[in-house]
């Protein structure tokens, strides 16, 4: 069976039992605080299980693109060296909301693996919760029971909490799971020992391929357990662990899903996968990560220095170091393998094909910055090794440094000492690692409260689209977060004007007045799995409402001239430039608009007057909003709007259009173009390989901006006298200017000529040597001039000046060039001199300076000076 139609009849039998079909949601979570990447099937449905809101259909069946390398779940680190953990899988999985259990749940389950997939009763085992005193949990006899039906009883193990209660995070919905098991050993193997002794056991061929988890238990933020009105059911099963089950192999990567990216890497690297254990571990690591890197890309997060932007560096990293140490990759080699990727992919997941390019870019730009941060990184590693040549010990503290500041796996670090006869000190390694850890937690450390329910009600209303005022609010709940060590308030309403922060808009700002005419600030507002949260400083103290909700109307209309600008600005650039310019990210907020596309080179001046033109024509055209709210899918592409890559997008979907601009948006506009007023773009700039920037201004900002420039230039005008033609007068006055410098360098050289010429008479005899001590306030500058001249018109020389400028004590030495030539070193002589003056210095064997901090050991630093240049 082919991975595909392994997918299929996953999709297909679960359709069988009336579970709608539903798409893979996006692997990069845009609005989720608590996560950065989808990491299981069920993050597209929390929502639902938080009771947020209503589920469309009771039951629902997908293939999800998980990620697994940041927070709870992470396998980052197991990756390459087992068969069987991804960073990037898919996971199938099926739903039940508030429907069907734990018997369903169990008998289709087994049903699809032994009849549907015919997979060997014999071979699989099943595990079961034991239950939890802390918790107040019992054993799970209802699971039990319903395994019975299909398995021996020595096929059914108890697992404890670690294993088979499943949570999301800290606090909501969790529960008892049930795990199956297969035993892939040979059959003298799984004789001598039973595979039930090696379930959990992390047998590398007695593993786990489906978790099914029974929700019915709300954690609360006092750890304690709640039952749930609605139980679910969230089942998850690793799909390249199935192929690999159904295909008869032992490793994930000896299945369908990897061999062609595995082929390819052998072609590009020469070596063969299966070797040796260390090129096998390489092969693994980069077909892996290839994919990781690659869907992120595709869904809108590009490598980056913050958060997931700097999840996904850090795997393309990984795989290069691998690549580069042990197959021999010392150029770009992850962004030739995209085009396999593609080939393999590309069918299922459309986003990978359409936007292949740009991820073969920005993979290698990526890969080529790495490189020669390895290049500087290693150089560095010499240095340590130098520095600590009698211990062999590379400190933690520096290979915190090379970790931190260049971007060094200590495992590289590790590598590298070894194969000098050096070791790492790990513990002080981590040490440092605690502290930074320390230093980011504080940085962010949130906490959240239990929610107060004072309401009933789900799905809340948006009322903003039409109104910014929405009297007779009800006040749902509200929760206490500590934000950074400040106490803020959450509020929820059964329906709000507020826009909750999204798709690059900002929230909206205003206030909430209660019955009795209390007022409270409403300082941001964002959504959360499904929620309007509105942040406030306080909780008022009558919540029974109802409730006045007021949105600062003169912050929102700065927000929509520029949301709507947005809008234009894409459209014009797709005019501009060519329809290949896809949105990559945007920011909408009052004062400016930024937003990120795809487009290969930097925009000429020419380009960017035009999209501007453009869209300030668009603006004068006055296009009023036209709003669809509930178009469906086919409707808006029929309409021409274009649906973003890694944006999730329900059944129905709105669509704005303003004269030629249509788009899918679920954000604020102005009600005509014109309100926006004037359109000003103020800088263009590359973010990443392929990838522009475009940061512009409107209305009263971008006035503003006229303004600024207008004064600055009058302000230029009257320091040249307001003459007609500025331009002209400016480049006469630097043309004037250079000329001088070069008449005053001409100056300088001829004072330091005379002076030098003048020093030389005052010589004195040392030994072979003539010797000529210098002690004026000089600038140093001028000293050294004076230095080379002398070095260079006079024989067995020694010119040593000591003395102070600005307050601070200066070393200048030089040696006639004979000497030099003969093998004096002035450079090095002065280092010991400098000592006297608490400093430093280096330079030439014919001339070298010197500068320090204490100026009262000038003397002594003269006479160390002449007693080493004259011995
Ligand atoms: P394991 O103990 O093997 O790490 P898990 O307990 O982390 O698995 P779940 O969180 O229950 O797994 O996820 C459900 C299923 O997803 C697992 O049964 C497995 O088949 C698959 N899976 C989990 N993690 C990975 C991964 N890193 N790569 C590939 N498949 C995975
Ligand atoms: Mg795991």
Redo the contacts with the bound molecule.
């Keep these: 069976m082919t991975s595909k139609e392994i997918r299929k009849k996953f999709l297909d039998y679960f359709a069988t039992k009336g579970h709608s079909i539903v798409p893979s949601a996006p692997m990069v979570i845009k609005n989720d605080p608590t996560l950065m990447f989808t990491n ?1 099937g069920m993050n597209q449905f929390k929502d639902i299980f938080l009771g947020n809101s209503t589920p469309k259909s009771k039951r629902a069946a997908d293939s999800q693109k998980c990620l ?1 390398v940041s927070g709870k ?1 992470n ?1 980052l680190e ?2 390459g060296h087992d068969g ?4 990037m ?1 898919e ?1 199938l999985g099926n739903w039940s909301f508030g429907d069907y259990f734990k018997d369903e749940a169990i008998d289709w389950a087994w049903e699809l693996l032994t009849e549907v997939y015919g997979i060997d009763r014999e071979k699989l085992y099943v595990t079961v919760f034991e239950g939890a005193a802390e918790d107040g949990t019992t054993l799970d006899e209802e699971a039990r029971e319903a395994w019975r039906r299909h398995v021996p009883e020595n096929h059914i193990i108890l697992g404890n909490k670690h ?1 088979n209660f ?1 949570e999301m995070g800290d606090t909501g919905p969790c529960g008892p ?1 049930s ?1 199956i098991h297969i035993d892939l050993r040979g059959d003298a193997e799984r004789a001598a020992v039973p595979g039930e002794k090696l379930v959990n056991t992390d047998d590398p061929l007695v ?5 099914l988890v029974f929700m019915q238990y709300n954690r609360k933020a006092d750890g304690s357990l709640e039952p749930l009105p609605n139980k679910n059911i969230d089942t ?3 799909f ?2 199935l192929c690999m089950v159904l295909q008869g192999k032992t490793s ?1 990567y000896d299945t369908d899903v990897f061999s062609g990216i595995i082929r390819e890497i052998e072609n590009l690297s020469g070596h063969k996968y299966g070797a040796s254990e260390k090129t096998d571990v390489a092969f693994r690591v980069i077909a892996d990560h290839l994919r990781a890197i690659a869907f992120a890309i595709a869904d809108g997060q590009l490598p980056s220095n913050v958060k997931a932007g700097y999840v996904i560096r850090r795997i393309l990293r990984r795989a290069v170091r691998y690549g580069y140490t042990f197959l021999g990759f010392n150029e770009p080699f992850i962004c030739r393998l995209v085009p396999t990727l593609v080939e393999e992919m590309g069918e299922a997941y459309p986003e990978i094909a359409a936007q292949q390019k740009l991820i073969e870019n920005v993979i290698r730009e990526e890969e080529n910055a790495f490189l020669r941060t390895l290049d500087r990184g290693i150089r560095l590693m010499d240095d340590y090794m130098a520095k600590n040549a009698s211990t062999k010990v590379i400190p933690g503290v520096d290979a915190f440094v090379l970790y931190d500041t260049y971007g060094f796996p200590i495992d590289l670090t590790g590598l590298i000492a070894e194969e000098n006869g050096f070791s790492v000190d790990m513990d002080g390694f981590q040490v440092e690692l605690g502290k930074q850890k320390e230093r980011a937690r504080n940085a962010t450390a949130n906490t959240f409260g239990d929610w107060t329910v004072y309401g009933e009600g789900d799905d809340v209303v948006f009322t903003g689209y039409d109104e910014t005022v929405h009297e007779r609010a009800t006040l749902l709940r509200s929760r206490t977060v500590v934000e950074k060590k400040k106490e803020m308030l959450q509020l929820v309403f059964d329906a709000t004007p507020f826009y909750g922060e999204m798709g690059g808009e900002v929230g909206d700002t205003g206030t909430a007045v209660s019955a009795s005419g209390e007022e409270i600030k409403i300082l941001n507002t964002i959504k959360e799995n499904g929620l309007t949260v509105h942040v406030a400083d306080r909780l008022p103290s009558d919540c029974s409402g109802p409730f006045t909700l007021r949105v600062d109307t003169a912050r929102r209309q700065a927000v929509t001239a520029n949301h709507t600008a947005t809008h234009l600005l894409d459209n014009a650039l797709r005019q501009v430039l060519g329809t290949h310019v896809e949105q990559k990210g945007s920011f909408v907020g009052p004062d400016y608009l930024r937003f990120d596309f795809s487009h290969f080179s930097k925009m000429t001046e020419e380009e960017i007057e035009k999209t501007e033109d453009l869209v300030n024509a668009m603006i004068r055209a006055d296009y009023p909003l036209e709003e669809t709210r509930e178009a469906t899918m086919d409707e808006a592409k029929e309409m021409g709007a274009i649906a973003l890559f890694g944006e999730k997008y329900g059944d129905r979907v709105r669509m704005v259009k303003f004269g030629p601009s249509v788009e899918l948006c679920g954000g604020c506009h102005a009600a005509t173009t014109g309100r926006i007023g004037l359109f000003k773009i103020v800088s263009e700039s590359a973010i990443a390989a392929g990838v522009r920037r475009i940061e512009a201004v409107t209305g009263a900002k971008a006035e503003g901006m006229v303004r600024v420039m207008q004064n600055t230039l009058r302000g230029i005008r009257e320091m040249f006298n307001n003459v007609p033609d500025i331009q002209s007068a400016i480049a006469k006055a630097l043309e004037q200017n250079s000329e001088m410098r070069k008449q005053v360098d001409e100056y300088a050289r001829k004072a330091a000529a005379q002076t030098a010429e003048a020093l030389k008479e005052k010589a004195e005899k040392v030994g072979d040597y003539s010797v000529i001590r210098f002690t004026m306030t000089q600038d140093p500058q001028a000293v050294r001039e004076i230095a080379t001249v002398i070095s260079r018109i006079t024989t067995d020389t020694v010119f040593a000046a000591a003395f102070e400028f600005g307050g601070r004590p200066n070393l200048v030495l030089a040696y006639s060039e004979n000497l030099a030539a003969g093998g004096k070193n002035a450079g090095k002589d002065i280092r010991e001199a400098a000592r006297f003056i608490q400093g430093g210095g280096g330079g030439q064997p014919h001339l070298a300076t010197a500068g320090g901090r204490d100026v009262s050991g000038l003397p002594a630093a003269l006479d160390a000076l002449i007693e080493i240049a004259t011995k």
């Design positions: 299981a697994r779940h396998d197991a990756v069987r953990h991804h960073t899988f996971m294993d499943w799971c795990e593993i786990e391929i489906w978790n998850g099963m690793g390249e662990r994930n």
